[in-house]
């Protein structure tokens, strides 16, 4: 089998070098198994190997290929949902741990970067989740405010403050967690899978988990050229999740999000677009996200066509949208455009599961899975080494395929083409 080539991204053309991950071509018998070489795979290889545990990830193309090397790059604290939802959602105890966790991802992510100081351009200049319409205004300040009562480092900015640190007036009020920030997603997933490696963790590129099954006490892995015997089983495929677990697939929609780079700015148009660099991800009908990277690129990303692209030009609608936001980028240019896939689940929650004996899954992160699945990876790590369910603090539910699974792909686009509309219409 060929390995499929990266996404034309600009990650792929500046990303720092891979570490090297020939297919696996003997069989194996290991103590851990991980389908899928994301951030959630990679994380887990890494903190199980720090415990000593040995574990091999089958890596279908190579580490970093799916939504982990081609994504934003927003490390974001907190799930989709408000806290008080959370714990109204899930009961004061498990809701208290999953917000505790949710919101306390990108440190984690960011003291991890540092202590295996992986080269990614990492930043923690805060993230802003802001709105352009009162509706969504004044949901923004509610969550502001359980998230204040809560004790943790978030204000509500008007649309004056906003005014300065994004240098439009579009936005009317926003959300700063400090604790938010940014990085090159492939140089870190490929840095996740170097220190995975350097700390015993076995990495195989090129290996498609083909087939699953129970083999006396253990499980086998069916892959191209050898198999693996394992005592447990991790599946971190997440937006490529295919039928290795049977009704898997249905349980989550598979998304593409698109980004289009810019070539670098002046650092006058930079600075008049975000000056101190933060993220940003507008909450509406469509979901925009945007960040300055540190060579001066613009990275705007949204919803796009629902299906792989090549160019910026496939999602002109973001370029259009930037320079409606700062008329000063007329005329620059617009370099790269790219997308991939991530899973988006019925409830808008993290999914895990636990479907058999030694068999742990997780996906879903809803587009903001950077830090969220990093951090995850310790969790599913001291789950797999033996601890209890309450390792993880995520409920781990049984697999439920989403209704109607079949024409989630057509109500997807209606949205999408919807949300643009209504985002033309500026309401
Ligand atoms: C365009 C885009 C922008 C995003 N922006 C942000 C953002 O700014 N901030 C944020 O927090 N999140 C963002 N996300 C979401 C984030 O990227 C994901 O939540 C995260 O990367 C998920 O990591 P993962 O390891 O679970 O999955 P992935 O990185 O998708 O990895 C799954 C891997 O499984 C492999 N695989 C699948 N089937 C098999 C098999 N049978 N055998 C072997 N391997 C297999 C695939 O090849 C793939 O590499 C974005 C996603 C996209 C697509």
Known sequence: MTRLPLPPSLYADTAVAPV??????????VSVAIVGGGYTGLS????????????????AQEPGWGASGNNGGHTNPGLKHDPDQIEADFGAELGRRMIAFAYGTTNFTHDLIRRYQIPCEARQNGTLRAAYNESTAAA???????????????????????????????????????????????????????????????V???????????????????????????DKVLLATN??????????????????????????LSDAIARSIMPTRPVLYESGHITVYYRVDQQNRLLMGGRGPMRWIKSPHDVAYLMRYAERLWPQLKGVAWTHGWNSRLAITGDHYPHV?????????????????????TAMGAQLARRLIGGTRTEIDMPITGIKPIPLHAFWPVGVTTAVIAGRVRDRLGI
């Not at 009020?173 to 995975?196: F, I, K, N, Q, V």
Request: a neutral charge; one cysteine or more; proline letters at 6%.
């Open 140 to 202: 923004i300040e509610k969550t502001a405010q359980q998230c204040i009562r809560r004790g943790m480092p978030v204000s509500y900015l008007n649309r004056e403050q906003l005014r300065e640190m994004t240098g439009t007036d579009r936005y009317i009020g926003a959300m700063l967690d400090t604790r938010g920030g940014d990085l090159h997603p492939l140089s870190y997933a490929r840095g996740l899978a170097r220190a995975a490696m350097s700390a015993g963790a076995k």
């Open 204 to 230: 195989f590129g090129e290996t498609p988990a083909l087939s699953l099954r129970r083999d006396g006490s253990r499980w086998r892995i069916e892959t191209p050229r050898a198999i693996v015997h394992a």
């Open 353 to 373: 599961h636990e479907p058999a004996e030694s068999i742990l899954i997780s996906l879903g992160c809803n587009g903001r899975g950077v830090a969220l699945s």
């Open 44 to 59: 887990t290889a890494l903190h199980l190997a720090e415990q000593g545990v040995e574990a091999v990830v089958l890596e």
């Open 239 to 264: 937006g490529f999740t295919d039928d290795l677990w049977p009704a898997l697939r249905r349980t989550i929609v598979p998304v593409f999000s698109s980004i289009a780079a810019t070539a670098p």
């Open 20 to 29: 090297a991950t020939p297919p696996l071509d003997v069989d194996r018998s």
